[in-house]
């Protein structure tokens, strides 16, 4: 009998490392391969970023709570913020769609809209894609591709010990968003008169539903201040799985500081609420599409004065490991615990 491997065992990342080990990179134009938020080809001096990204109905999103308008922008916004994650520039997008025939001509003009929202706030065209059919539910597969300069782009491996650890906004609120929706979706189901209670939710559904890529990181405050990350990573899995990438990649570990990591009162109070500690929130939450980036310290006046960038811990040698220091003053091993999307069929 064959043997047949469960790619649980794997995970996700193991799962690309182990199916992609045999392809080197042929062209020299490919200048950046796998194993970033984006790849890069290199053509004379032109630098073109490209990432891409499905959405999977049911996995990724419940059509129970989310408007299509809203997954149209986001499916835009999850894919340009890879390529803000490479301090590059979005400027193209194609749009590829499986659907079945449950959805309707005005529903995925619906979905139109939302995508039209994205390009026009990131400034970037929709130059194609593919339309097809699919047994059950809807998949969404984005490219978006964007423009970098040599000296700036920012690669996960970049990070240096003694480089100061900075997140940008605030994190945990998309994760709790999805606990208010599914919440609520659980009482809808079970009593369908009753109306949602969405209450004073809106800020944490509204990153759930409406996330949106640090444009203003990349086009305004880092080229005003004159910065470079030495090595970036956008915040799609929760702050500890991307600080493992940043750290594996790098070649380091990283102390934490729990008293750096943003959190809004208001999120932390919904936290609780949940009977749901705010920093696992932060840590293991994932969606918020927010920076986790590396600074050199000689760097570290440009960060203070910019806003909306929290300082938030210290890359270190790989021997002394990737570490939390909470606000107790105690230190333990992080745990990364991003999104599995592997469920059963
Ligand atoms: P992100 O979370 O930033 O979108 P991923 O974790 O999805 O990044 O991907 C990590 C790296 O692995 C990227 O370089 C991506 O292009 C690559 N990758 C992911 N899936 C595949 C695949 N099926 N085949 C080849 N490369 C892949
Ligand atoms: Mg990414």
Redesign the pocket.
């Known amino acids: 009998m064959s043997k047949r491997t469960d790619v649980n065992e794997l995970g996700?990342?193991g799962l690309?490392e182990h199916?992609?080990k045999d392809f080197g990179l042929k062209n020299p134009s490919s200048f950046k391969g796998?194993?970033?938020?984006a790849?890069i080809i290199r053509n004379g001096d032109k630098l073109t970023v490209i990432?891409t990204?499905i959405l999977a109905e049911g996995i990724h999103f419940d059509l129970m709570y989310t408007p299509l308008k809203h997954l149209g922008y986001k499916s835009v916004v999850v894919n340009v913020s890879?390529i803000y994650a490479m301090n590059a520039i979005p400027k193209q997008v194609t749009v590829s769609l499986a659907f079945s025939n449950r959805f309707s001509v005005e529903a995925l003009e619906e979905f139109y809209q939302g995508v039209k929202a994205a390009c026009d706030f990131h400034n970037v065209d929709l130059v194609g894609g593919d339309t097809t059919s699919s047994l059950k539910g809807i998949f969404i597969s984005i490219t978006a591709i964007g423009e970098g300069e040599k000296e700036k782009l920012t690669y996960r491996n970049g990070a240096k010990e003694g480089d100061i650890l900075c997140v940008t906004g605030d994190l945990g609120a998309a994760f709790l968003g999805l606990q208010v929706l599914e919440r609520e979706k659980q009482i809808y189901l079970s009593s369908p008169g009753v109306q949602p209670d969405l209450g004073s939710n809106e800020y944490i559904i509204g990153r759930q539903l409406k996330p949106e890529a640090r444009k203003d990181m990349i086009t305004d405050f880092f080229p005003k201040a004159n910065l470079i990350p030495t090595s970036m990573i956008?915040i799609?899995?929760g702050l500890a799985s991307e600080l493992f990438h940043l750290c594996k990649s790098s070649g380091l570990g990283a102390i934490l500081e729990e008293s750096g990591v943003p959190i809004r009162p208001d999120v932390e109070e919904q936290a609780i609420n949940f009977k749901l500690d705010p920093i696992t929130c932060a840590l293991s939450g994932g969606e918020d599409y927010e920076l986790l980036f590396t600074v050199t310290p000689s760097d570290l006046d440009k960060v203070k004065y910019l806003p909306d960038i929290y300082i938030c811990g210290e890359m270190v040698k790989a021997e002394e490991g990737i570490k939390l220091h909470t606000k107790g003053g105690n230190i333990h091993p992080l745990k990364a615990q991003g999104w599995v999307h592997f469920g059963n069929d």
């Open positions: 996700e990342f690309i199916l992609t796998i194993g970033d938020d790849a990432s990204d890879d956008d799609s899995d």
